[in-house]
């Protein structure tokens, strides 16, 4: 199977605009993003819709297309970069521009899922550690069924574990924290981005529901691994503290 990855970045943030372009350890976070993608798969795409990150890319040897500013997600935004690449890869990843610290061990076990032909869209869950961690609506959750296929996302708590103190639900049952890294065979991202929203995703505002609500079987792969994305300043200066502690 042909693997491509296509990174989406736009420049425009509410919490902090900019942020593919600033600077984690004197390179830009796109950078970073686009150097754990390529450790893995040979082909990256960095999707913009900013010229100043699509000049940014191709400055460090990276590639970059340029896409519609109006799209309202970034699965929207990478078919329409899968279009004008006209790629003819298998698989399409979704790695988000604001990762940079998504490990390869991780987008390997995306891959790996779709050795059963029955994968139509893959993404990765993590054990929870904490009761804490679970409740925060900000952490989806991921419900499975015997076979590693989504049956449910959520902000909820879910499952309701009867009979049994909150506190102690950990011990009852394996929660499953939903990591934001997708992979979609080429002709089902072209099929999803053609539904309109769903109740389910307009309820929970998680795009995946729109596509488990048409019908569509998501594989869930499990890392040990945790993201940790920067969605903030805040975000960025730790960090850089964190790589400074590596080093």
Not at 59 to 65: L, P, Q, T
Not at 76 to 89: F, S, V, Y
Not at 175 to 187: N, P, Q, W
Not at 219 to 237: F, K, M, N, Y
Request: glycine share 6%; net charge negative.
């Amino acid at each position: 199977m042909h693997f491509i990855a296509i990174i989406p970045a736009r420049y425009a943030s509410t919490r902090f605009p900019g942020k593919p372009l600033a600077k984690l350890a004197g390179k830009p976070v796109i950078e970073h993003v686009y150097e754990q993608v390529t450790k893995v798969l040979s082909e990256a795409w960095v999707a913009t819709d900013d010229k100043r990150i699509f000049d940014a890319v191709e400055a460090f040897g990276g590639k970059a297309v340029m896409t519609r500013a109006d799209h309202k997600s970034g699965t929207d935004r990478i078919e329409e970069a899968a279009e004008k690449i006209g790629t003819e890869a298998d698989i399409i990843v979704n790695v988000q521009g604001d990762e940079p610290f998504i490990q390869p061990s991780q987008i390997k076990t995306l891959c790996n899922l779709f050795d059963n032909q029955s994968t139509q869209i893959a993404t990765l869950g993590k054990p929870f550690s904490s009761m804490e961690a679970v409740k925060n609506p900000n952490s989806p959750k991921i419900v499975t069924d015997n076979n590693g296929f989504a049956l449910y996302f959520s902000r909820s708590v879910i499952p309701y574990v009867r009979g049994e103190e909150e506190a102690v639900w950990l011990d009852h049952y394996p929660y499953l924290k939903h990591l934001g890294i997708y992979a979609y065979r080429r002709e089902v991202l072209r099929e999803v981005t053609q539904l309109p929203q769903s109740s389910l995703e307009k309820a929970e505002s998680l795009e995946q529901l729109r596509w488990l609500q048409n019908g569509y079987r998501i594989r869930v792969g499990i890392t040990d691994v945790e993201t940790v994305g920067i969605d903030t300043p805040q975000d960025l200066e730790r960090a850089e503290k964190f790589m400074q502690q590596q080093c």
